[in-house]
């Protein structure tokens, strides 16, 4: 089953406003990605984090990469009609031998009203 | 074409039934990977192929399931004797590098 605890799991929020959710785990992982799913779509990748520590910027979202390698957290500023969707941490242990399995957290759905 | 497609983008089966779901991975990419996505949850994992071969099947629900990749390039999974709770959408990625899948757009089972 799913490792990754994500929360919260619905938001809904008036358009301009900053939107914060996060994923915790019980075990490490050495790299963060967070995606947006569409309705009848597959996730879209919108941010990779692969240090501890790191804070990484792509347009209005944020992203952390925690200092113990078992969280993250994803900030959206200004939101906008189009950032209603399903938004999904995940992560994996990337490189050596690892393939890249990635595991995902239940999802956070936003919403958000004009 | 430029992204992973899959097909059929729906699919209705009567229980008992065998069904193929088919991936076309982005050209060029070695690894694939097939996730089922049950409504309001996250994507799990289900097999990995590296090229031709199946290297992890270890998220397969059951022997049910079944996915081939036989040229390394188009893959198949396939679901036999199909349950109602093997409804969902079935995601499949590829890659180049292992933090950066790309997600098709899934097919979704709805087993009646």
């Known amino acids: 089953g799913q490792q990754l605890n994500q929360s919260p799991q619905s938001m809904f929020i008036q358009e301009g406003e900053d939107v914060s959710m996060n994923c915790t785990s019980s075990s490490i992982f050495n790299t963060w990605l967070w995606y947006k799913q569409d309705p009848g779509e597959g996730p879209v990748l919108l941010i990779a984090?692969?240090?501890?520590?790191e804070l990484t910027s792509n347009g209005r979202l944020t992203a952390q990469f925690g200092i113990t390698r078992k969280d993250s957290f994803l900030n959206i500023s200004a939101s906008i009609p189009s950032d209603v969707g399903i938004y999904f941490c995940a992560a994996v242990n990337a490189g050596g031998t690892s393939y890249g399995k990635l595991t995902f957290g239940q999802g956070t759905i936003l919403t958000v009203h004009p | 074409g430029a992204g992973v497609s899959q097909s059929p983008r729906y699919k209705v089966a009567k229980r008992g039934q065998d069904v193929a779901l088919r991936c076309d991975p982005i050209s060029g990419h070695v690894s694939l990977f097939w996730y089922q996505q049950a409504l309001g949850q996250g994507p799990e994992f289900l097999t990995y192929?590296?090229?031709?071969?199946?290297?992890?099947k270890s998220g397969l629900p059951s022997d049910r399931f079944f996915a081939e990749r036989p040229e390394g390039s188009v893959s198949t999974l396939k679901i036999q004797r199909t349950q109602q709770e093997d409804s969902a959408v079935y995601l499949c990625a590829s890659s180049k590098r292992v933090d950066t899948q790309y997600f098709g757009p899934g097919t979704r089972l709805t087993v009646l």
């Open positions: 192929f590296q090229n031709e071969a199946q290297l992890d």
């Open positions: 984090l692969y240090k501890a520590g």
